[in-house]
C-alpha cells in the first residue's frame, strides 16, 4: 500500500492561523467542498429534448471544531471582534495528526471568521468534560 492509499486515522486536529497553531481539537467536520448541480433542457437535432446537468458554483460548508473546553481566550477573543463589529477574517489551516502527532494531512482555508462559538451546557451532577464547539465560515477552502 502506498502511502497515496493509507487512509487517515486523525486522533487530533489542529488549528493554525497564519502558520501560527492557536488550539488542537478532538473533532473536525466540513472539510471539504460541494459544487452546485445546474439542471437544463437541451434539444438535440432531431427534436428531442434531454436534461443536462453542468457545474455550478462551489461552496464551502463552514468548519465546525470541537474540544475540552480551555482556559485559552484566543478562539473568544476572536469572535468578540465579530460581537464588536470589527470581523477580523483570517487564513489558516486544519492539521490532522496521527497517535504519535506527526502531521498526516492538512486544509487550508482563506479569509475565514468565527461565526459561532459555544460551550456545552453545565450540568453539577455530570462528571462530563464541557465542550467548547468552534464554527467558522470562510470563503475557499483546499486540501494541501
Do not use: C
Not at 470589527?86 to 490532522?96: A, D, L, N
Not at 497517535?99 to 459555544?118: V, Y
Not at 468534560?129 to 468552534?134: A, C, L, N, T, Y
Amino acid at each position: 500500500m502506498s502511502e497515496h492509499d493509507a487512509e487517515y486515522l486523525g486522533s487530533q486536529f489542529g488549528l493554525e492561523i497564519d502558520g501560527v497553531e492557536l488550539a488542537r481539537f478532538t473533532a473536525v467536520s466540513g472539510l471539504g467542498y460541494e459544487s452546485e448541480v445546474v439542471t437544463f433542457q437541451d434539444t438535440l437535432a432531431d427534436g428531442k429534448v434531454i436534461t443536462r446537468k453542468r457545474p455550478g458554483r462551489i461552496s464551502f460548508p463552514d468548519i465546525v471544531l470541537k474540544r475540552g473546553l480551555s482556559a485559552d481566550n484566543s478562539l473568544v477573543e476572536w469572535y468578540q471582534t465579530v460581537v464588536d463589529g470589527q470581523v477580523e477574517r483570517k487564513s489558516g489551516s486544519v492539521v490532522i495528526y496521527d497517535q504519535t502527532s506527526t502531521e498526516i494531512g492538512r486544509w487550508n482555508f482563506e479569509n475565514g471568521w468565527i461565526a459561532k462559538w459555544s460551550a456545552s451546557d453545565l450540568d453539577a451532577g455530570s462528571d462530563d468534560i464541557m465542550i467548547e464547539e468552534v464554527t467558522i465560515a470562510h470563503e475557499y477552502m483546499e486540501r494541501a
